[in-house]
């Protein structure tokens, strides 16, 4: 690369137009045009291009398939066929790729249709599967030959004919850079254009790159080998703790790296995919005030505008189905989700589902909200009529309306890309599905593929920025600074995966009989060979650094690439971010004020026991649920088939079996049909399991039901007991009176042996106050508590519990001063965010508005001083 672009160089200072430079993508173009230009240098915009930007001046008309419309056809060519052999497989997403990618591989090899049909009847291939391919990929060179399209061999094939019939007029000189190795219509190409201009290729020294050596220097070509010009970077190991940690150690040092004089853009980090590191490094280096350049394409459906409108789509199919037209409608790119009544409106909405129809969600629709909604009846594809394909295409503009018009400012944002490129894809499905009228549905079967396959190009102007790089990409790349990230075995460098359709056996005998397909081993090969390239663009430092648990806590392998390489080790250091000012401390949080104290104590003359538990929890917390009465978003259908459900079917189930009697397979059933109707849960899988648990627990319940002779059981009886600072109300699942008077307490959980254990424990921490509050009710009326005992029903009955007479009072004791401070410092106000299991807090509803985390994250800070 040094020896060629020194070469470009003479020729742009000489103002020479008679040269083209040329790479394999145009990512690499505008590296190389930009750092040019940096040099003060005049570039024109033809001088550097493409390969295939090249071949497109060279062979004009001919419109090359993007592999997006590989796929489309293919899939339409699975969908026309159905083949016998691939009836099971048919509708699986994986299969239109894995053959079209098979397809593209034939194709570059030189193998078409009719020679992988000759290779079959000599039996270098066989069985059904492998005759079906033959069958699609004849039926794809159709279809790509009906619309006007044409491979990349195809497009390379023409192109050299074109150069050697006609030349490459005005041009001189042709450099070529930045490959691993050339296809054999490549191979042809360039040696049609080492017979019309002055060509110069450079190519990495692999095993890889050898018989494209060899045939350029058949085509004439001079050999030259030369040695590495760079020094040597330093190199370093950093292995952390998880990914998480692996960016921010990256973001450490770049942010050490700045300290000493270097610019952002002399950094550079190395990756071998977009997932899922992209994501990541973007966040933690913004989190880091340090600005990025991603050189990886973003998935189309990632902007929120394109998700809007491809929801949208969705939801006019499904019948505007409320729950997938709020989804749609709730991004924050749509119109609807800024209007003041939109939360309103979602809740009142969520509580009625399931539901479809957009007259039915009219009906909810308040003013402001009213057009937007209108504007959807009016939408063409609501009436379900066939229309031709552009027809389709055009409609997809009028639900543009429906989003934010672009704010001043906005123009740096890729929305108005990412929307074009929707249209766009919309476009392409008519052009590919021709003139005859379909359906919405059916429009909408070829567009959905196209939309999930489309990607952007970060569009980032921004010079002065760290660069994320694919390890593809990188080669053309030298940085001061790199950092070679997720070096995991068999993700960095990448474990090839195996091919459905052309095993390494079948590529070994395709080999041996001339079509010239990649073996596994030369994948792997290649796959080493990245990641040499990587280590090599660093001129001053190079940092490789991997996770060493996955996001389950598992351990991961170190790449064993690494192992040849000699380089000390810096594990990752934790990083504790503290405030750049001093913050005073907040007074404690408490509702000191007369008139609310009033207020309280008229609101918490009678508490439950549930909610004074969720003030020992918390105080926040039952603030915010019991005294600012807050409510979580309602469940969709689905979601409500939660704990809370479950528990109260137990509880019912339970009741009317000790109450009526009869079996309990009855009981249950009947039960359980009800409360699945009244909460409108759809039935399926998820309901089915939890049925057959539910059942299976309950009926070993009714087996061993424990009833002492001489004794009475009462299920679901109320309670109320007056206490000094308030009184409490409750209802006690089970208790059992003996004849003189003894009580035993039960409570019911769909739980398990191991969770009842965690209640246990919570019980011994003055945390609940059930079991106590219970025993204490029941002496108030007169009788004498003996035991009280936790009964977990979930797969199997187990039972945790206290019988001991001095645990039973202590129980007694201890609940009653637990509850009584409680509600004393309920009505002084006492809100602090105090939780008393901090493990508990994952399942709390408010942990985003108690900021809980922050919290731990200055405690953190404190004790490292
Ligand atoms: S998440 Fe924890 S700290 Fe926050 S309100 Fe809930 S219980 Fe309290």
Known sequence: TTRLLDDVRLRLRDGRADFRFLTPTATMRDHLTNSLAREGLVVRTSAVNTLAGFMQESAPGIHIA??????FLTARALHQLRPPALESLRTSPGLANAFSAAMDELASAGCDPGQWAALGSLRVWDGDLLAAFGTVYECVEEMLRAQGLTRRSGLLAEA????ANEGVPGIRDVFIDGFFTFSPFELNLLEALARRTRLHVALPEWTGAREAVDRLRRAGLRLERLSPCRPQPASLFCPAANSAREAEEIALRILEGRGEGLAWRDFGIILRGREPYVP???????RFGIPCRSYFATPLLQHSATRCLAGLLDACLLGWEHDQTLTALSEPACRASSTRSFPAFLRAVREGLPGDGLDNLLRFAPPDLRPLLETLAAWPGADGVLRPPADWAAAMAGLIPLLHPPSPGEAETPRGPALRAFLECARKTAHLLGSEPVTLGHFHTEFAPLLQAAALRDLGRRRDAVHLLDAFEARQWELPVVFVCGLNEGAFPRRPAPDPILSGALRLRLRSQGVPVTLPSEREQEEKFVFQLAQSRATRAIHYTWPELNANGDPLLRSFALDLIPAPAAPARRIIVR???????????SLDDHHIHDHLKEKFAVHRTTALESFLQCPFQFYLRSTAELQSEPDSPSGRLNPLFTGLV???ALKNWHQGGGPMEQVFDSVWTRALARQRIPRGHAAEFQRSVLRRSLTQYARTPRHDPGWKTFVEQPFEIALTACR??????????????QARVYDFKFSSDASLRVREKKQEDGLSLQGGLYLLALQHQGHSP?????????NEVSERGWDDPADVEAMMEGARVAAETAAFRILQGDIRVDPQNRDACQWCEFADACRVQTIEAAEIAEAAG
């Open 66 to 71: 993007t592999p997006e419309d590989l796929r």
């Open 579 to 589: 405030p750049a000012a001093a913050v005073p401390p907040l007074p404690p949080a």
């Open 650 to 652: 137990l509880h019912e």
């Open 160 to 163: 050299a004919l074109h150069i």
């Open 728 to 741: 409490i109300r409750g209802r006690i699942d089970r208790y059992d009176l003996s004849e003189t008077g």
């Open 280 to 286: 990541l490094l973007q966040t933690t280096l913004a």
């Open 786 to 794: 003996v035991s009280f005992h936790y009964v977990g029903l979930k």
